[in-house]
């Protein structure tokens, strides 16, 4: 990859876009993780007003830590930053306080970590309308339309995808290339929705750069007996995210009305 070229475009981009939309600039949440660093660094170096917000709902303090560094890393090397911390867990502890009790707690895990995503992004829309900003989406290629790995209308509700056709071993090359603070280079992916230490790998069952590998012999045409062991497994996880998900990653459908009936 030409990294260099790869983000020169991805800023002119992004500038280009920001002005024919009309807009001052962007609004971006910083969870800690490589995807969200990226993408507030290409963000920055359009010179266009950049507010970073941290947004921790039960989150741990070494991930809210790393967001920190990383804003701070910002402001030291560009002018254009702001910053804001939204404080999210009384909100979201009160809206699952007015919601129905379940019999069993484990039942509505996946619902309620979702639904931290959708606080994070109604609260990065609300700055978006108060400074005329575009909300700047993190995901990344295999995560969004690969194996679907993030939440419909939570992080996955955004303005723009700076980095979306960015694999993510790429998205690690670029983060070197623009000399992201080491410590998020070096944490393990997570999503950061549940509150403990599970990564995206444990979540998943395999690796990015498996998933990647996934992803091309996917679009190859490859079936899973094409492959063996370890290989075959890892394609057969691709395959369950791709189609469980693929609601995700295809417009919404539309129920058409026969002419004749209207």
């Not at 209308?153 to 700076?162: A, Q, R």
């Not at 990564?199 to 045409?221: C, F, H, R, V």
Request: net charge negative; aromatic share 10%.
């Amino acid at each position: 990859m030409q990294t260099e070229k790869v983000v020169d475009h991805i800023v002119n981009w992004l500038k280009d876009y920001a002005s024919n939309a009309g807009v001052k600039g962007f609004v971006i949440g910083i969870s800690g993780g490589i995807d969200s660093a990226v993408t507030s660094t290409l963000c920055a170096k359009t010179n266009l007003p950049l507010l970073c917000l941290e947004m921790p709902i039960h989150q741990a303090t070494y991930q809210v830590n790393r967001a920190l560094n990383h804003i701070d890393w910002l402001k030291t090397n560009f002018t254009n930053i702001t910053m804001t911390q939204v404080n999210l867990t009384p909100v979201f502890d009160n809206l699952v306080a007015a919601l129905p009790p379940v019999k069993n707690e484990e039942d509505r895990f996946m619902s309620l970590a979702n639904t931290r995503a959708r606080l994070r992004m109604t609260s990065l829309y609300y700055f978006a309308a108060l400074n005329n900003y575009l909300v700047a989406g993190t995901g990344n290629k295999v995560e969004d339309f690969g194996v679907g790995f993030y939440t419909k209308y939570g992080d996955g509700g955004v303005d723009l995808s700076p980095i979306a056709d960015l694999l993510k071993t790429q998205v690690y090359e670029i983060a070197e290339h623009l000399g992201i603070i080491q410590e998020i280079i070096d944490a393990a992916p997570t999503d950061g929705l549940w509150g403990d230490d599970r990564t995206d790998e444990d979540q998943i069952g395999a690796s990015y750069p498996e998933l990647e590998w996934a992803m091309k012999m996917d679009n190859n045409g490859k079936k899973a007996e094409d492959f063996s062991g370890r290989k075959q497994e890892v394609f057969k996880i691709y395959k369950r995210f791709n189609t469980a998900n693929k609601h995700k990653m295809l417009p919404i459908p539309i129920c058409k009305i026969p002419t004749n009936l209207i």
